[in-house]
């Protein structure tokens, strides 16, 4: 899914960092909104996310190497910043999570995009945590190891994190069934 | 993956997917332009207060009989010769301690990144970067816990590139910079190690690059490391490239190894 390594390695490949980062925006932005809207809870603050990101991406560009370090920053800048909204909306106030059984999506006309709204909805309502490993693992599709790594948290506590959101994912998802 | 992880899994793929494709692609673009062109503006307007406070401090010093040498250290952007190819003087006031050396040609023109403890300088149009940073704190190879190294420690742990299959590493010797005790070494990188080169406090993530540096595969590190004495952390500086992969790589190493010893007899610690 992230993969560009052929593409990094074209003909086409911009040298100058304007040019490279206004190339790796074109190819990795709707991607990057996608995991933004999946961390956090509007679609404003994803585009932010994303904006600051490519920003700091195009500050730091120096510093990094290679097309997996460009990637992998601006994945990584997308959850930093994301982390970084949350705790700052936590403080300002008491964050709500709705109650189970008033999915949005419960009049959905689809079964199946309901189920899949429903889902959504119950990572949304995780602990931000327990959310930030459901998201890592099964969207960026990154090892326990990884999310151990870009979490600063050791795997042993990614592994409990995910096994008591897959739990959590589970009774939520019988509850509305 | 069970049938409740994929599900999940493609839940959260068709959820991002939508997201993504109702996207305004063109206004999101506008505000990127937007955002480097007022990064630029920053950029262009600190470098020309930085040059004039050097110039400034010099002009002082010279007006009061002070050495250029003494001198209070300024941020390091290239002095008033930097357009020529004489080497560029830089003062690395964020290192403890502080140094001032004097630079290849081309890092006038490099695109420099600049952090707590740390210079780095890319040049612009080749593979060469050069890098300084005062090591307070990294990640060893295989580590999980960060760590604060002292001068032997870092030796070790660069030593340890070959020994831990990251690489190969060659031409270890002991010198002096400045009179003070160093280590210089290759270390050409077959794999990567995030915040294996330098994080800013014991409590950084170390794949974070804002506040802990890598080191990439497919690059060479011809690296000098010197000894601060135990009140301070040791000193790692580098020029690496990525040319030893390349048909010249031979003379690529030579030209690059004799240019980090060039500007390492110039460096003077504050």
């Known amino acids: 899914m992230r993969g560009t390594d052929d593409q990094w390695g074209s003909v086409d490949a911009p040298r100058s960092r304007g040019a490279a980062v206004t190339w790796l925006f074109h190819l990795h932005y709707r991607r990057l909104l996608g995991l933004a809207a999946l961390l956090v809870d509007d679609r404003g603050t994803a585009e932010e996310i994303v904006q600051d990101a490519f920003e700091r991406l195009y500050r730091r560009w120096g510093a990094l190497r290679s097309p997996e370090a460009a990637l992998a920053y601006l994945d990584r800048s997308v959850l930093n910043g994301a982390r970084s909204r949350l705790r700052r909306r936590f403080t300002e106030r008491s964050y709500r999570l709705p109650e189970a059984g008033t999915s949005p999506s419960a009049e959905s006309a689809s079964v199946d995009r309901r189920q899949r709204d429903d889902l959504v909805t119950a990572v949304r309502q995780l602990p931000q945590r327990q959310r930030e490993v459901i998201v890592l693992r099964y969207y960026l599709d990154l090892s326990e190891d990884q999310i151990a790594g870009w979490l600063g948290v050791s795997p042993g506590s990614v592994k409990k994190h995910t096994s008591r959101a897959k739990t959590a994912l589970q009774k939520r998802m019988e509850a509305w069934a | 993956m069970n049938e409740f992880t994929s599900a999940l899994s493609a839940a959260l793929h068709e959820e991002a997917e939508e997201i993504a494709m109702s996207a305004d692609l063109q206004r999101a673009e506008r505000q990127l332009q937007e955002s480097i062109r007022s990064v630029d503006r920053r950029r262009r307007v600190w470098v020309a207060v930085a040059a ?37 003087a830089v003062h690395a ?111 950084d993530v170390r794949t974070d690059p804002d506040t802990c540096t890598a080191v990439y ?4 590190y011809h690296l000098a490391i010197v000894d601060q ?28 190894a004799a240019e980090l010893a060039t500007w390492l007899a110039t460096m003077r610690f504050h």
Not at chain 2, 232 to 252: G, I, K, M, Y
């Open chain 2, 52 to 88: 004039a406070a050097a110039i400034l401090v010099v002009a002082a010093g010279i007006t009061l009989g002070v050495r250029p040498e003494a001198a209070p250290p300024t941020r390091p952007v290239p002095t008033a010769t930097s357009r020529s190819p004489e080497p560029v």
């Open chain 2, 93 to 203: 006031d964020h290192l403890t301690p502080p140094l001032t050396v004097q630079l290849p040609h081309w890092v006038a023109s490099a695109d420099p990144s600049y952090y707590a403890n740390g210079y780095h300088y890319d040049q612009r149009d080749g593979d060469r970067a050069i890098t300084l940073f005062s090591v307070g704190y990294m990640f060893p190879l295989d580590a999980t816990k960060i760590a604060h190294p002292g001068y032997a420690a870092l030796v070790a742990h660069w030593k340890a590139v070959q020994t831990q299959g990251y690489g190969t590493v060659s031409d270890v010797a002991t010198t002096t910079v400045d009179g003070r005790p160093a280590t210089t070494m290759t270390a050409r990188l077959s794999r990567g190690a995030d915040g294996f080169a330098y994080c800013q406090s014991a409590t």
């Open chain 2, 217 to 220: 595969p497919g690059r060479t």
């Open chain 2, 229 to 256: 004495g135990p009140a301070a952390p040791p000193t790692l500086v580098w020029e690496s490239s990525t040319t030893d992969f390349t048909s010249n790589a031979t003379r690529s190493r030579a030209a690059i």
